[in-house]
C-alpha cells in the first residue's frame, strides 16, 4: 500500500526566506509522486509532479521537488517566499497513473511580511 | 462550464436525515473522484469511476455511502442516515483517462447537528 508522511502540519516562515515542506512516502512499486496546492477558499490545484523522469521537478509560481529514492522522500522548496504562497499544501502518491492519489494530510504555510 | 462544479457548496442537516451531494465535472473527463476533507486528515479517498467501468469504492467508509455517476458526466454522493462524523468538506475532482492532474471542485462543506 502507499502512503505519504508530510512533516509539520504548519510551517511558518519570513518573506523572501526558504520555503520547506517535508513529504516522505511509502510505496511497494515505484511511485508517482505530486504536490498540490489549496489556496484560501479555493479548490486544489496540481503544484508539480513526478513520474520517474528527472528527479528534480519544477512547478508553477517558482516551487521545485526532488525526488531522493534512498531517502524516500519527495520535499518541497522554493528559494524564496512570497505572501500569496500561503496556503495549505498536500503530498500525493499513485503507484501509476490513473489510480487513487493517496494523500497526506497537509501542511499549511504561512507567510509573514 | 470551465471548471469542477459541486453542489451545494454549504449543507447544514440533521443527524440521520439523507443528504445528496452533487458533482459536474469537467466535460470530455472520464475520471472523476470523489474525496473528503476532514480537519487535520488531509484528503479521504472515498470512489473512482473511470468511463464505464466498475467504479473503485475501496474508500468508502461504510455501507451508508454510495455514489453513481449517470450518463459518464454528472455525479451524486449520497450519504444515508447521516452522523455528525460525518461532517466535513466533500471534494470532487475529474481528469482525463490515464492523467494524474486531477481538477478539483471547491467542495461542498456538510454539516452534520
Known amino acids: 500500500a502507499q502512503s505519504v508522511t508530510q512533516l509539520g502540519s504548519h510551517v511558518s516562515v519570513s518573506e523572501g526566506a526558504l520555503v520547506l515542506l517535508r513529504c516522505n512516502y511509502s510505496s511497494s512499486v515505484p511511485p508517482y509522486l505530486f504536490w498540490y496546492v489549496q489556496y484560501p477558499n479555493q479548490g486544489l490545484q496540481l503544484l508539480l509532479k513526478?513520474?520517474?523522469?528527472?528527479?528534480l521537478v519544477k512547478g508553477i509560481n517558482g516551487f521545485e521537488a526532488e525526488f531522493k529514492k534512498s531517502e524516500t522522500s519527495f520535499h518541497l522548496t522554493k528559494p524564496s517566499a512570497h505572501m500569496s504562497d500561503a496556503a495549505e499544501y498536500f503530498c500525493?502518491?499513485?503507484?501509476?497513473?490513473?489510480?487513487?492519489?493517496?494523500f497526506g494530510k497537509g501542511t499549511r504555510l504561512s507567510v509573514i511580511a | 462550464g470551465a471548471g469542477v462544479s459541486q453542489s451545494p457548496s454549504n449543507k447544514v442537516t440533521e443527524k440521520g436525515k439523507d443528504v445528496e451531494l452533487r458533482c459536474d465535472p469537467i466535460?470530455?473527463?472520464?475520471?472523476l473522484y470523489w474525496y473528503r476533507q476532514s480537519l487535520g486528515q488531509g484528503l479521504e479517498f472515498l470512489i473512482y469511476?473511470?468511463?464505464?467501468?466498475?467504479?473503485?469504492k475501496s474508500g468508502l467508509p461504510s455501507d451508508r455511502f454510495s455514489a453513481e455517476r449517470t450518463g459518464g458526466s454528472v455525479s451524486t454522493l449520497t450519504i444515508q442516515r447521516t452522523q455528525q462524523e460525518d461532517s466535513a468538506v466533500y471534494l470532487c475532482?475529474?481528469?482525463?483517462?490515464?492523467?494524474?492532474?486531477?481538477?478539483f471542485g471547491s467542495g461542498t462543506q456538510l454539516s452534520v447537528l
Open positions: 475532482a475529474s481528469s482525463f483517462a490515464g492523467d494524474e492532474k486531477l481538477f
Open positions: 466535460s470530455g473527463h472520464t475520471a
Open positions: 469511476f473511470q468511463g464505464n467501468s466498475a467504479p473503485d
Open positions: 513526478y513520474t520517474s523522469a528527472a528527479t
Open positions: 500525493a502518491v499513485s503507484p501509476k497513473g490513473n489510480t487513487p492519489l493517496v
